[in-house]
């Protein structure tokens, strides 16, 4: 089967071109509007280019890498280029808008909303989690295919309905980011980054990695999550009120409120992840992986 990728030489796009070509042996073609940064992707990656249209003409499956901001655009342009019969399938992470999109613009096709929840610094899927959204029996079955193919690669794979993946991405991805990106703020108003790294230990190492590796990122990106996806708003208002409410024990030097309240936390975590007991020396794993040459 050929695989058409539509914003094949972004990020992912190459990614998943290259992952689809080397490791599963398929036919791939990309696609995409910058005729100079499409050809140069191509040569780099072994595959073919060619207009969208054309690229989805010819493919069995058409797989859309594109920001979220011009995902209805896209999908309205190659709709008269798509057969019945054809698979399409998402990369974006939001679902709920998305899936009713290509619902609305290719019917006749199989459609599934999917989400690697990793990004193209993966060397392969081993090991990474993948979401899939099937709203109907056909595209349970398109995700019963894709789950198996996913899992003899030993990638670990989620099925949920694209709202209840909307509503976890508020807290998996809105909800971290926001925390990086306040964090990453805070550290540079206080002036003393430089002098914090020297000396920093496990916990203040992993926050500036997390700070880091979100500011390092694409804005508009993070910025379309913020203002897409549901009950940010919401979330974001709970984070801030228990803020200030631990700012305030802090601030009157309550030290048995503090640990009171800590332990509290403990004991919850205790009962709700089976996990926790080994978040110490997770710790550690992570940064010397993240350190390793």
Known sequence: MRIAIIGGYGKMGRWLA??????AGLEVTIAGRDGAKLREAALELGVEAAPADEAVQSAGAVILSVPIDSFEAICKE??????????????????ARPVEIMHKYFRGC???????????????????RVVLT?????EQALAGIIHRYLEERSATVAVMSPAEHDELMAIVLGLSHFIALVSADTLLSL????GAAAVGGTTYRLLLTLAEAVVSEDP????????????????EDVFLAKARDWAS???GR???SFARRMDQIKSRFTQEDPGFADAYHNAYRLLSEKERP
């Open 254 to 256: 309550d030290a048995q």
């Open 249 to 251: 024990v802090v601030k």
């Open 110 to 128: 199989r459609v599934l909303g999917t989400h690697p929840m990793f990004g193209p610094g993966a060397a392969t899927v081993s090991g990474h």
């Open 134 to 138: 099937p709203t109907n029996a056909e």
């Open 18 to 23: 290259r992952a689809l070509r080397t490791e």
């Open 78 to 95: 190659i709709a008269p280029s798509v057969s019945p019969g054809q698979y399409i399938l998402d990369l974006t992470s939001i679902k």
């Open 191 to 194: 002036g003393k980054l430089k």
């Open 220 to 235: 508009q990106f993070y910025a379309t999550l913020q203002m897409n996806l549901p009950g940010m708003v919401e979330i």
